[in-house]
């Protein structure tokens, strides 16, 4: 599993799951881009100073990514991890 979100987001680009956008967006288009694209990393959004991603566990296949594991397996996993965490 991802250490972090920055990681996980690098992962989503070497699989070619990301897309940058670089110009400046409008707040009104997030979802619209979101929609219509893979996930996206938009780095400038009007009125806001930091940068915004969405859309990087929209399906089975980005969420086994983040999980390390087959989207088949993406339960199994995912129950597993939430064990070990109530029994620390």
Same mark, same amino acid.
């Given at each position: 599993m991802q250490k972090g979100l920055r990681e996980f987001i690098g992962i989503l680009?070497?699989?070619?799951?990301?897309r940058q956008l670089s110009h400046p967006v409008n707040p009104l288009d997030i979802s619209a881009i979101i *929609?219509?694209?893979k996930a996206a990393v938009m780095m400038t959004v009007e009125g806001f100073d930091v940068p915004?991603?969405?859309g990087i566990v929209r399906d089975r296949n980005k969420v086994a990514? *983040?999980?390390s594991c087959e989207p088949k397996e993406i339960a199994k996993r995912f129950?597993?991890?939430w064990s070990i965490q109530l029994i620390q």
């Open positions: 680009e070497q699989h070619g799951h990301l *929609a219509r694209s915004l991603v969405g990514l *983040a999980l129950f597993g991890l």
